[in-house]
């Protein structure tokens, strides 16, 4: 039986048809996070106003950070995101195994071979769309960045879109959150990242197609990026590129980022401002709390990050706080970093244990952690 969430349901078919909203659930969504309904840009200013005196939030930064690309808001294509469906942050209750793993940039043969050396896809599939699921009723979370930086970064994206559909026919989820490269993309698809000549701009011209065409909510791929969460919180575990939510709770944070793709199309500070969820670096560094105390503002015990494959340890590797408040899962998996091959962190619930371990593509599996279970 199709498993129902009031969180993740059907939006139209026409306008989004391989979101993430295609994902059921019959586990109860642990918070149902209000949204600010803008209409106009003073609305959202008063409402973001009051919520930064509400919250008392460490918003400083985030203020002074005016960081904008010079490109033209899409206002004129006919389609808007159907936040109910698609929210900025999705929530899911605990599943029995939570597997994570960010940054492929590109690298769809290394993450293919990874998630069918783990079961997480049933076998290797002969094209990216054939993805199939054989992990049941667990959940894989994807933090971001699977564009540039490597040579196949559209068959990451065809993958991950089939995956998502054929997960949920057994009671699954695959949560994918944008990373920074994506966020840039969506912002300025010829910026200098993907026009690199790893970026993901001459692989979409090599197929004969236009960057900003594919960019565009007109696109399939384009559509299913605009759709995407910016983070997600799975039971006691939250999951964001760069992890730096500025002490915010949830319900504030979500509609920070609802308001920054509703009034400037991801064109924001929240999104691509150097201090922002997807682009920050270094934030856990300000004292050692400060994971911890992150981690408690959105309702979680541990962060799960990516973005930079050098934070808290060795490159290639699963690194983490001596508190476990906060992940690293960067490991460079891309076959132009190559710092490995690529890891999948899994989390599973033994008793009243969370068990968190390191899954390589070799096939060997590294305790990283071992704590009181998170909810």
């Not at 990050?305 to 891309?334: E, Q, Y």
Request: proline share 6%; glycine share 8%; aromatic share 6%.
């Amino acid at each position: 039986m199709k498993r129902t969430s009031p969180r993740l349901r059907f939006g139209p078919v026409l306008l989004v048809p391989l979101c993430l909203a295609a994902c059921a659930d019959s586990r109860p969504a642990v918070i149902d996070a209000p949204v600010v309904d803008a209409t106009s840009p003073a609305d959202v200013s008063s409402d973001l106003d009051a919520a930064t005196d509400a919250t008392g939030m460490d918003n400083a930064v985030m203020a002074a950070d005016t960081t904008v690309f010079d490109t033209v808001p899409r206002a004129d294509v006919p389609w808007s995101r159907d936040w109910a469906a698609s929210p900025a942050i999705v929530q899911l209750a605990r599943p029995a195994a939570l597997f994570a793993v960010s940054d492929v940039h590109g690298g769809y043969a290394r993450l293919a071979a990874l998630l069918a050396r783990h079961g997480i896809l049933a076998s290797m599939p002969a094209t990216p769309d054939a993805a199939r699921w054989g992990a049941g009723d667990s959940d894989l979370v994807v933090v971001g960045d699977m564009i540039d930086k490597g040579p196949q970064a559209l068959e990451v994206v065809d993958l991950l879109r089939a995956l998502q559909i054929d997960a949920a026919s057994s009671g699954g989820h695959v949560v994918v959150t944008l990373g920074n490269h994506e966020g840039e993309f969506l912002v300025d698809p010829l910026n200098s990242k993907a026009t690199a000549a790893d970026g993901v701009d001459p692989e979409i011209t090599a197929m004969g197609l236009d960057p900003n065409a594919v960019a565009s909510p007109m696109n399939d791929r384009g559509r299913w990026l605009r759709t995407l969460p910016f983070a997600a919180r799975i039971g006691g575990w939250f999951f964001a590129h760069a992890g730096d939510t500025h002490g915010r709770d949830v319900a504030t944070l979500e509609s920070a980022l609802h308001n920054a793709v509703v009034l400037h199309d991801y064109n924001d500070p929240e999104v691509i401002g150097t201090s922002s969820i997807l682009e920050s670096r270094d934030w856990y560094t300000v004292d050692t709390a400060t994971p911890s105390r992150y981690a408690a503002a959105v309702g979680a015990t541990h962060i799960v990050m990516g973005h930079d494959p050098h934070a808290l340890g060795a490159n290639g590797v699963i690194a983490l706080t001596s508190d476990a408040a906060l992940f690293r899962i960067d490991c460079g998996m891309s076959p132009d970093v190559n710092y490995s091959n690529g890891v999948l962190l899994r989390v599973r619930r033994i008793g009243a244990t969370d068990v968190a371990e390191a899954l390589a593509a070799d096939g060997s599996v590294t305790p990283v952690w071992t704590g009181a279970a998170a909810p």
